[in-house]
Protein backbone atom coordinates (compact mmCIF):
# COMPACT_ATOMS: atom_id res chain seq x y z
CA UNK A 1 0.00 0.00 0.00
CA UNK A 2 2.06 2.59 -1.54
CA UNK A 3 1.89 6.40 -1.64
CA UNK A 4 2.17 8.48 -4.45
CA UNK A 5 4.84 10.37 -3.91
CA UNK A 6 7.70 8.90 -6.24
CA UNK A 7 11.21 10.91 -4.94
CA UNK A 8 13.63 8.91 -3.54
CA UNK A 9 14.42 9.70 0.27
CA UNK A 10 17.70 11.51 0.90
CA UNK A 11 20.42 8.96 1.37
CA UNK A 12 20.99 8.73 5.25
CA UNK A 13 22.43 6.52 7.59
CA UNK A 14 20.22 3.94 9.40
CA UNK A 15 19.52 5.50 12.53
CA UNK A 16 19.99 4.35 16.27
CA UNK A 17 17.70 1.78 17.20
CA UNK A 18 16.55 1.63 14.08
CA UNK A 19 15.34 -1.93 14.89
CA UNK A 20 13.02 -1.09 17.57
CA UNK A 21 11.71 1.51 15.73
CA UNK A 22 11.12 -0.67 12.69
CA UNK A 23 9.07 -3.24 15.17
CA UNK A 24 7.20 -0.38 16.60
CA UNK A 25 6.02 0.83 12.97
CA UNK A 26 5.00 -2.98 12.35
CA UNK A 27 3.18 -3.22 15.90
CA UNK A 28 1.77 0.36 14.48
CA UNK A 29 0.18 -1.32 11.05
CA UNK A 30 -1.43 -4.51 13.71
CA UNK A 31 -2.96 -1.86 15.28
CA UNK A 32 -4.07 0.07 12.15
CA UNK A 33 -5.47 -2.66 9.93
CA UNK A 34 -7.09 -4.30 13.17
CA UNK A 35 -8.93 -0.84 13.67
CA UNK A 36 -10.13 -1.50 10.32
CA UNK A 37 -11.88 -4.81 10.02
CA UNK A 38 -12.17 -5.60 13.93
CA UNK A 39 -15.79 -4.59 13.18
CA UNK A 40 -16.01 -7.74 10.75
CA UNK A 41 -16.33 -9.86 13.86
CA UNK A 42 -18.60 -7.49 16.14
CA UNK A 43 -20.90 -7.01 13.35
CA UNK A 44 -23.76 -9.29 15.16
CA UNK A 45 -22.95 -8.23 18.80
CA UNK A 46 -22.98 -4.10 18.12
CA UNK A 47 -26.18 -4.78 15.90
CA UNK A 48 -28.19 -6.27 18.42
CA UNK A 49 -27.14 -3.71 21.41
CA UNK A 50 -27.87 -0.97 18.79
CA UNK A 51 -31.19 -2.21 17.54
CA UNK A 52 -29.92 -2.34 14.02
CA UNK A 53 -29.84 -4.58 11.47
CA UNK A 54 -26.71 -6.68 10.40
CA UNK A 55 -26.98 -5.31 6.79
CA UNK A 56 -27.19 -2.08 8.07
CA UNK A 57 -24.52 -2.21 10.67
CA UNK A 58 -22.46 -4.09 7.87
CA UNK A 59 -22.57 -0.16 6.17
CA UNK A 60 -20.10 1.13 8.57
CA UNK A 61 -16.87 -1.36 6.56
CA UNK A 62 -18.68 0.58 3.46
CA UNK A 63 -17.85 3.93 4.83
CA UNK A 64 -14.80 3.24 6.18
CA UNK A 65 -13.67 1.62 2.62
CA UNK A 66 -15.33 4.57 0.45
CA UNK A 67 -13.61 7.57 2.84
CA UNK A 68 -9.84 5.26 2.58
CA UNK A 69 -10.85 4.69 -1.02
CA UNK A 70 -12.10 8.46 -2.49
CA UNK A 71 -9.41 10.60 0.23
CA UNK A 72 -6.19 8.31 0.09
CA UNK A 73 -4.19 9.84 -2.56
CA UNK A 74 -4.99 13.26 -1.71
CA UNK A 75 -4.38 13.43 1.51
CA UNK A 76 -1.18 11.13 1.03
CA UNK A 77 0.59 13.84 -0.66
CA UNK A 78 -0.89 16.76 0.86
CA UNK A 79 0.90 15.44 3.85
CA UNK A 80 4.10 14.36 2.21
CA UNK A 81 6.05 16.95 3.50
CA UNK A 82 5.06 16.61 7.36
CA UNK A 83 7.91 15.13 9.61
CA UNK A 84 7.09 11.40 9.64
CA UNK A 85 7.75 11.15 13.62
CA UNK A 86 4.59 13.90 13.96
CA UNK A 87 2.62 12.60 11.20
CA UNK A 88 2.58 9.08 12.64
CA UNK A 89 2.09 9.85 16.65
CA UNK A 90 -0.40 12.33 15.29
CA UNK A 91 -2.83 9.24 13.07
CA UNK A 92 -2.00 6.98 16.58
CA UNK A 93 -3.44 9.22 18.76
CA UNK A 94 -6.56 9.92 16.15
CA UNK A 95 -6.64 6.13 16.09
CA UNK A 96 -7.01 6.39 19.75
CA UNK A 97 -9.50 9.03 20.25
CA UNK A 98 -11.67 7.33 17.40
CA UNK A 99 -12.20 4.01 18.65
CA UNK A 100 -12.67 5.80 22.49
CA UNK A 101 -15.78 7.61 20.60
CA UNK A 102 -16.59 4.26 19.28
CA UNK A 103 -16.84 2.71 22.54
CA UNK A 104 -19.33 4.92 23.95
CA UNK A 105 -21.18 5.44 20.64
CA UNK A 106 -24.92 5.76 21.54
CA UNK A 107 -26.45 5.09 17.87
CA UNK A 108 -25.11 3.92 14.54
CA UNK A 109 -24.48 8.12 13.66
CA UNK A 110 -21.78 8.53 15.94
CA UNK A 111 -20.47 5.15 15.42
CA UNK A 112 -20.41 6.32 11.52
CA UNK A 113 -17.99 9.20 12.76
CA UNK A 114 -15.87 7.14 14.43
CA UNK A 115 -15.25 4.91 11.41
CA UNK A 116 -15.14 7.93 9.25
CA UNK A 117 -11.64 9.74 11.29
CA UNK A 118 -9.83 6.50 11.23
CA UNK A 119 -10.59 5.99 7.57
CA UNK A 120 -9.33 9.51 6.44
CA UNK A 121 -5.76 8.54 8.08
CA UNK A 122 -5.06 5.13 7.49
CA UNK A 123 -4.01 5.76 3.86
CA UNK A 124 -1.95 8.36 5.29
CA UNK A 125 -0.01 6.09 7.27
CA UNK A 126 -0.06 3.13 3.89
CA UNK A 127 1.21 6.04 1.89
CA UNK A 128 4.67 6.73 4.31
CA UNK A 129 5.11 3.59 6.48
CA UNK A 130 7.11 1.58 4.10
CA UNK A 131 9.27 4.64 2.90
CA UNK A 132 9.47 5.48 6.18
CA UNK A 133 11.10 2.15 7.39
CA UNK A 134 13.19 2.15 4.65
CA UNK A 135 14.96 5.57 5.64
CA UNK A 136 15.48 4.35 9.32
CA UNK A 137 17.18 0.90 7.95
CA UNK A 138 19.76 2.38 6.22
CA UNK A 139 20.88 1.69 2.45
CA UNK A 140 20.75 -1.65 1.44
CA UNK A 141 18.06 -2.85 4.30
CA UNK A 142 14.82 -1.24 3.44
CA UNK A 143 13.40 -4.64 1.46
CA UNK A 144 13.76 -6.51 4.88
CA UNK A 145 12.76 -3.16 7.30
CA UNK A 146 9.59 -3.01 4.79
CA UNK A 147 8.64 -6.57 5.02
CA UNK A 148 9.01 -6.17 8.60
CA UNK A 149 6.30 -3.09 8.84
CA UNK A 150 4.03 -5.38 6.83
CA UNK A 151 3.96 -8.50 9.04
CA UNK A 152 1.39 -6.20 11.13
CA UNK A 153 -0.89 -6.44 8.13
CA UNK A 154 -0.32 -10.62 8.63
CA UNK A 155 -0.67 -10.26 12.56
CA UNK A 156 -3.58 -8.45 12.07
CA UNK A 157 -5.13 -10.71 10.02
CA UNK A 158 -4.33 -13.69 12.22
CA UNK A 159 -4.36 -12.72 15.60
CA UNK A 160 -6.43 -9.14 15.91
CA UNK A 161 -9.18 -9.06 14.71
CA UNK A 162 -10.43 -13.06 15.96
CA UNK A 163 -8.90 -11.67 19.56
CA UNK A 164 -11.26 -8.71 19.02
CA UNK A 165 -13.81 -10.56 18.52
CA UNK A 166 -12.88 -12.81 21.49
CA UNK A 167 -12.54 -9.79 24.05
CA UNK A 168 -15.83 -8.43 22.60
CA UNK A 169 -17.59 -11.48 23.89
CA UNK A 170 -15.47 -11.29 27.31
CA UNK A 171 -16.14 -7.16 28.05
CA UNK A 172 -18.79 -6.56 25.01
CA UNK A 173 -18.08 -4.80 21.90
CA UNK A 174 -17.46 -1.33 23.34
CA UNK A 175 -14.96 -3.20 25.70
CA UNK A 176 -13.11 -4.53 22.73
CA UNK A 177 -13.14 -0.55 21.29
CA UNK A 178 -11.85 0.42 24.46
CA UNK A 179 -8.82 -1.67 24.48
CA UNK A 180 -7.60 -0.93 20.64
CA UNK A 181 -7.85 2.83 21.69
CA UNK A 182 -5.52 2.13 24.63
CA UNK A 183 -3.32 0.07 22.30
CA UNK A 184 -3.37 3.12 20.19
CA UNK A 185 -2.30 5.73 22.65
CA UNK A 186 0.20 3.05 23.72
CA UNK A 187 1.75 2.93 20.65
CA UNK A 188 1.83 6.66 19.96
CA UNK A 189 3.79 7.51 23.34
CA UNK A 190 6.17 4.79 21.96
CA UNK A 191 6.87 6.59 18.89
CA UNK A 192 6.92 9.64 20.70
CA UNK A 193 9.67 8.49 22.81
CA UNK A 194 11.93 6.10 20.61
CA UNK A 195 10.93 7.29 16.71
CA UNK A 196 13.88 9.41 14.92
CA UNK A 197 12.91 12.31 13.10
CA UNK A 198 12.39 11.17 9.31
CA UNK A 199 11.91 14.51 7.47
CA UNK A 200 9.46 14.35 4.63
CA UNK A 201 9.87 15.34 1.43
CA UNK A 202 7.62 17.46 -1.52
CA UNK A 203 4.41 15.36 -2.69
CA UNK A 204 6.07 14.48 -6.16
CA UNK A 205 4.21 16.19 -9.41
CA UNK A 206 2.18 13.04 -10.85
CA UNK A 207 2.65 13.82 -14.59
CA UNK A 208 5.38 11.76 -15.25
CA UNK A 209 3.34 8.53 -13.11
CA UNK A 210 0.19 9.74 -14.68
CA UNK A 211 1.18 8.33 -17.99
CA UNK A 212 -0.08 4.92 -16.75
CA UNK A 213 -3.79 6.36 -16.86
CA UNK A 214 -3.54 6.53 -20.68
CA UNK A 215 -3.19 2.49 -20.64
CA UNK A 216 -5.89 0.36 -21.29
CA UNK A 217 -3.83 -2.62 -19.59
CA UNK A 218 -3.02 -0.65 -16.26
CA UNK A 219 -6.59 0.27 -16.04
CA UNK A 220 -7.97 -3.12 -17.17
CA UNK A 221 -6.22 -4.46 -13.99
CA UNK A 222 -7.37 -2.18 -11.94
CA UNK A 223 -11.04 -2.79 -12.70
CA UNK A 224 -9.87 -6.31 -11.89
CA UNK A 225 -9.07 -5.11 -8.69
CA UNK A 226 -12.36 -4.03 -7.63
CA UNK A 227 -14.19 -6.82 -9.29
CA UNK A 228 -11.54 -9.01 -7.10
CA UNK A 229 -12.26 -7.06 -3.68
CA UNK A 230 -16.13 -7.28 -4.13
CA UNK A 231 -16.32 -10.90 -4.50
CA UNK A 232 -13.77 -11.24 -1.15
CA UNK A 233 -16.20 -9.11 0.89
CA UNK A 234 -19.34 -9.65 -0.34
CA UNK A 235 -19.05 -12.69 1.85
CA UNK A 236 -16.15 -12.15 4.28
CA UNK A 237 -17.91 -8.58 5.73
CA UNK A 238 -20.41 -10.73 7.27
CA UNK A 239 -18.56 -14.13 8.12
CA UNK A 240 -18.73 -13.57 12.06
CA UNK A 241 -23.07 -13.35 10.83
CA UNK A 242 -22.29 -16.20 8.56
CA UNK A 243 -21.15 -18.78 11.13
CA UNK A 244 -23.55 -17.49 13.65
CA UNK A 245 -26.33 -17.58 12.00
CA UNK A 246 -25.92 -19.99 9.27
CA UNK A 247 -23.14 -22.32 10.85
CA UNK A 248 -24.64 -22.32 14.13
CA UNK A 249 -21.35 -21.05 15.95
CA UNK A 250 -21.85 -20.20 19.26
CA UNK A 251 -20.78 -16.17 19.79
CA UNK A 252 -18.15 -16.88 21.93
CA UNK A 253 -16.59 -19.90 19.95
CA UNK A 254 -16.60 -17.03 16.68
CA UNK A 255 -13.33 -15.38 17.21
CA UNK A 256 -11.46 -19.22 17.17
CA UNK A 257 -13.19 -19.81 14.05
CA UNK A 258 -11.82 -15.92 12.34
CA UNK A 259 -8.56 -17.10 13.85
CA UNK A 260 -8.21 -20.55 12.23
CA UNK A 261 -9.54 -18.47 8.87
CA UNK A 262 -6.47 -16.24 9.33
CA UNK A 263 -3.81 -18.90 10.17
CA UNK A 264 -4.60 -21.14 6.90
CA UNK A 265 -4.76 -17.90 5.18
CA UNK A 266 -1.26 -17.70 5.80
CA UNK A 267 -0.24 -20.63 3.37
CA UNK A 268 -2.04 -18.90 0.60
CA UNK A 269 0.19 -15.80 1.39
CA UNK A 270 3.08 -18.14 0.49
CA UNK A 271 1.17 -19.75 -2.70
CA UNK A 272 0.52 -16.46 -3.87
CA UNK A 273 3.71 -15.34 -3.61
CA UNK A 274 5.21 -18.43 -5.32
CA UNK A 275 3.48 -17.73 -8.58
CA UNK A 276 2.31 -13.68 -8.73
CA UNK A 277 5.87 -12.84 -10.28
CA UNK A 278 6.21 -14.76 -13.34
CA UNK A 279 2.42 -14.84 -14.09
CA UNK A 280 0.03 -12.54 -11.96
CA UNK A 281 -3.26 -12.40 -14.40
CA UNK A 282 -2.62 -16.29 -14.15
CA UNK A 283 -2.36 -16.51 -10.45
CA UNK A 284 -5.38 -13.91 -9.90
CA UNK A 285 -7.70 -15.92 -12.21
CA UNK A 286 -6.60 -19.70 -10.33
CA UNK A 287 -7.03 -17.93 -7.22
CA UNK A 288 -10.31 -16.18 -7.82
CA UNK A 289 -11.90 -19.84 -8.78
CA UNK A 290 -10.13 -21.57 -5.89
CA UNK A 291 -12.40 -18.09 -3.90
CA UNK A 292 -15.77 -19.31 -5.06
CA UNK A 293 -15.12 -22.79 -4.73
CA UNK A 294 -14.12 -22.19 -1.17
CA UNK A 295 -17.24 -19.45 -0.71
CA UNK A 296 -19.67 -21.82 -2.54
CA UNK A 297 -18.68 -24.90 -0.63
CA UNK A 298 -19.28 -23.12 2.63
CA UNK A 299 -22.71 -22.31 2.09
CA UNK A 300 -23.28 -25.77 0.76
CA UNK A 301 -21.82 -27.70 3.71
CA UNK A 302 -23.36 -25.92 6.10
CA UNK A 303 -24.70 -28.82 8.88
CA UNK A 304 -21.17 -31.54 7.91
CA UNK A 305 -18.91 -30.27 9.85
CA UNK A 306 -15.50 -31.86 8.21
CA UNK A 307 -16.53 -30.72 4.74
CA UNK A 308 -17.52 -27.06 6.26
CA UNK A 309 -14.39 -26.86 7.54
CA UNK A 310 -12.69 -28.07 4.59
CA UNK A 311 -14.43 -25.68 2.27
CA UNK A 312 -13.42 -22.74 4.86
CA UNK A 313 -9.98 -23.22 4.76
CA UNK A 314 -10.27 -23.10 0.65
CA UNK A 315 -12.22 -20.01 1.09
CA UNK A 316 -9.37 -18.65 3.69
CA UNK A 317 -6.26 -19.72 1.83
CA UNK A 318 -8.11 -17.91 -1.64
CA UNK A 319 -8.87 -14.81 0.16
CA UNK A 320 -5.55 -13.88 2.20
CA UNK A 321 -3.89 -14.99 -1.46
CA UNK A 322 -5.66 -12.33 -2.88
CA UNK A 323 -4.23 -9.22 -1.09
CA UNK A 324 -0.40 -9.22 -2.24
CA UNK A 325 -1.47 -10.68 -5.58
CA UNK A 326 -3.76 -8.03 -6.74
CA UNK A 327 -1.07 -5.47 -5.34
CA UNK A 328 1.82 -7.13 -7.27
CA UNK A 329 -0.36 -7.60 -10.66
CA UNK A 330 -1.50 -4.17 -10.76
CA UNK A 331 2.17 -2.77 -9.87
CA UNK A 332 3.26 -4.77 -12.92
CA UNK A 333 1.47 -3.22 -15.04
CA UNK A 334 2.50 -0.29 -15.19
CA UNK A 335 5.77 0.43 -16.90
CA UNK A 336 7.03 3.16 -14.58
CA UNK A 337 4.75 4.81 -12.14
CA UNK A 338 4.63 1.66 -9.69
CA UNK A 339 3.85 3.93 -6.47
CA UNK A 340 1.16 5.86 -7.71
CA UNK A 341 -0.09 2.27 -9.54
CA UNK A 342 0.03 1.12 -5.90
CA UNK A 343 -1.57 3.91 -4.09
CA UNK A 344 -4.28 3.62 -7.14
CA UNK A 345 -4.75 -0.29 -6.48
CA UNK A 346 -5.15 0.89 -2.68
CA UNK A 347 -8.19 2.84 -3.59
CA UNK A 348 -9.36 0.26 -6.03
CA UNK A 349 -9.31 -2.26 -3.68
CA UNK A 350 -11.15 -0.32 -1.41
CA UNK A 351 -13.51 0.44 -3.80
CA UNK A 352 -14.36 -3.25 -3.96
CA UNK A 353 -14.47 -3.35 -0.29
CA UNK A 354 -17.59 -0.96 -0.20
CA UNK A 355 -19.31 -2.46 -2.80
CA UNK A 356 -19.00 -5.79 -1.46
CA UNK A 357 -19.90 -4.70 1.81
CA UNK A 358 -23.02 -2.97 0.21
CA UNK A 359 -23.82 -5.81 -1.98
CA UNK A 360 -23.42 -8.47 0.74
CA UNK A 361 -25.63 -6.28 2.95
CA UNK A 362 -28.47 -6.56 0.10
CA UNK A 363 -28.04 -10.57 -0.46
CA UNK A 364 -28.67 -11.20 3.41
CA UNK A 365 -31.68 -8.57 3.39
CA UNK A 366 -33.42 -10.25 0.71
CA UNK A 367 -31.99 -13.78 1.31
CA UNK A 368 -30.20 -14.37 4.48
CA UNK A 369 -27.14 -15.04 5.55
CA UNK A 370 -27.13 -18.92 4.36
CA UNK A 371 -26.61 -17.16 0.45
CA UNK A 372 -24.37 -14.70 0.37
CA UNK A 373 -21.29 -17.17 0.07
CA UNK A 374 -23.07 -17.92 -3.16
CA UNK A 375 -23.57 -14.09 -4.52
CA UNK A 376 -19.66 -13.97 -3.67
CA UNK A 377 -18.97 -16.89 -5.42
CA UNK A 378 -20.68 -15.74 -8.58
CA UNK A 379 -18.81 -12.55 -8.80
CA UNK A 380 -15.00 -14.12 -8.16
CA UNK A 381 -16.11 -16.58 -10.84
CA UNK A 382 -16.56 -13.15 -13.40
CA UNK A 383 -13.60 -11.90 -11.84
CA UNK A 384 -11.95 -15.22 -12.83
CA UNK A 385 -13.75 -14.70 -16.26
CA UNK A 386 -12.46 -11.26 -16.87
CA UNK A 387 -8.79 -12.26 -16.81
CA UNK A 388 -8.73 -14.06 -20.31
CA UNK A 389 -9.96 -9.98 -21.55
CA UNK A 390 -7.47 -8.16 -19.46
CA UNK A 391 -4.86 -10.62 -20.78
CA UNK A 392 -5.39 -9.81 -24.19
CA UNK A 393 -5.43 -6.00 -23.94
CA UNK A 394 -2.10 -6.94 -22.49
CA UNK A 395 -0.92 -8.77 -25.44
CA UNK A 396 -2.24 -5.66 -27.66
CA UNK A 397 -0.54 -3.17 -25.64
CA UNK A 398 2.88 -5.72 -26.12
CA UNK A 399 2.30 -5.50 -29.80
CA UNK A 400 2.36 -1.64 -29.48
CA UNK A 401 4.78 -0.46 -27.47
CA UNK A 402 4.70 2.82 -28.38
CA UNK A 403 0.69 3.31 -27.23
CA UNK A 404 1.45 2.27 -23.63
Not at 170 to 180: D, I, K, P, S
Request: net charge positive; with cysteine.
Amino acid sequence: MSGIHTAAPAASAPARGGAASIAILSVAAFVIVTTEFLIVGLLPALARDLGIAVASAGQLVTLFAVVVMVCGPFLTAALAHVDRKRLFVCILVLFAAANGLAAIAPNIWVLAVARLLPALALPVFWGTASDTAAQIAGPGKGGRAVSTVYLGISAAMLFGIPLGTLAADAVGWRGAFVLLAGLSLLIALLMAATLPAVRGHDAAAPGSQAQILKSPFFLANVALSVLVFTAMFTGYTYLAETLEQSAGIAPAQVGWWLMGFGAVGLAGNWLGGLWVDRKPLATTGLFSIVLALGMAGTMAFVGHLPAFVGALAVWGVANTALYPICQIRVMKAATGGQALAGTINVSAANGGIALGAAVGGMSISHWGAGQVGYVSAAIALLAALAVPLVAALGRRAARAPANR
